[in-house]
């Protein structure tokens, strides 16, 4: 059984692994990685919804499920550098969303 993590879990993870391994990327850079990362995720989409083929050379698999994971890595390490604590602010937006578009979509 995979065991279930918080995305406090997560955050605390990603620094410990960044540290070891140099350490954060000024932010400007980490920017252009999530920016990256959306791209590629952008490009999965097309395949999948049938508006762009893949590249001959390129596996005709999916990876969406990749792009997401590593735009949500790139996301904590910008949230880790400026020591952002994404899970209350995701509670936050959840009831920012839920308090100004109860009736939005009705």
């Known amino acids: 059984m995979v065991e279930k993590k918080t995305l406090e879990d997560f955050q605390h993870d990603i620094n ?3 540290l070891k391994h140099g350490d ?10 999530i920016m990256e990362e959306v791209g590629e995720l952008a490009r999965e989409i097309n395949y999948i919804e049938g508006f762009k ?14 792009e997401l994971a590593d735009i949500m890595f790139s996301v904590i390490c910008l949230a880790n550098y400026y020591k952002v604590d994404l899970t209350n602010m995701l509670i936050n937006i959840i009831k920012k969303y839920s308090n100004r578009d109860t009736n939005r979509f009705v």
Request: glycine share 0%.
């Open 53 to 66: 083929p893949k590249k001959s050379t390129k596996k005709k698999k999916t990876n969406l499920d990749e």
């Open 16 to 18: 410990d692994w960044i």
């Open 24 to 33: 954060y990327w000024p932010p400007l850079s980490m920017l252009s990685a």
